[in-house]
């Protein structure tokens, strides 16, 4: 069994500050575009091995669930059965349209409780370390901004491990 956290964040034009050192009484600036193009990147991590699994989509509905699902279960360790903790977002619901691969089960987190998801803590990472103070041409940047984020996170499995560590959701061996 392994354990999963997965959530979905947007990146784009109206992106976000990062906290910067500055003398006191200073106020370092910053760009900000206002445009608004942008993009979500579903993405899940397994601590435990330190690796993780995205996809960067136009939207955040079912069908992407679908296809981010059938990503993550490529990433499962052959064998293995995936509980992927998630938000209670409705494209994450049980139903008709969602199809779960045979190795992932979903476990819903309570509602209104991110501080329990560990993928919360991974996007203000990336937010903090490669995705803010930007102004992005068009959407191709924006999806590569991202896919450079993500890859440069992965490329780590120490800083997955580090970021997505919780005690009470470490599987214990008997």
């Known amino acids: 069994m392994e354990i999963w956290f ?7 034009q109206q992106g976000t500050h990062a906290y910067v050192w500055a003398p006191i009484g200073a106020r370092p600036l910053m760009v900000r575009d206002n445009r608004h193009d ?4 579903f993405g899940a991590i397994c601590p435990s091995r330190g690796v993780g699994a995205a996809m960067i989509t136009p939207a955040a509905n079912t069908e992407m669930m679908n296809l981010h699902l059938d990503e993550i ?6 064998g293995a059965c995936a509980v992927m903790l998630c938000d209670r ?20 987190l309570p509602p209104y409780s991110p501080e329990l998801n ?4 991974v996007w203000n990472y ?8 930007t102004v992005w041409d068009s959407y ?16 780590d499995p120490d800083r997955i491990r580090s970021i997505g560590t919780r005690d009470w959701a470490t599987p214990v061996n008997v």
């Open 73 to 78: 279960s490529t990433q499962v360790a052959p």
């Open 89 to 108: 977002a409705g494209w994450h619901q049980h139903g008709p349209n969602l199809r779960l691969p045979e190795n992932i089960k979903l476990l819903p």
């Open 6 to 12: 997965q959530d979905e964040a947007r990146v784009g």
């Open 140 to 155: 191709d940047d924006i999806i590569e901004a991202c896919k450079n984020a993500w890859n440069w996170l992965i490329a």
């Open 126 to 133: 990336l937010r903090q370390n490669k995705l803010c103070s």
């Open 118 to 121: 560990p993928m919360e803590n």
């Open 38 to 41: 942008s993009a979500y990147i």
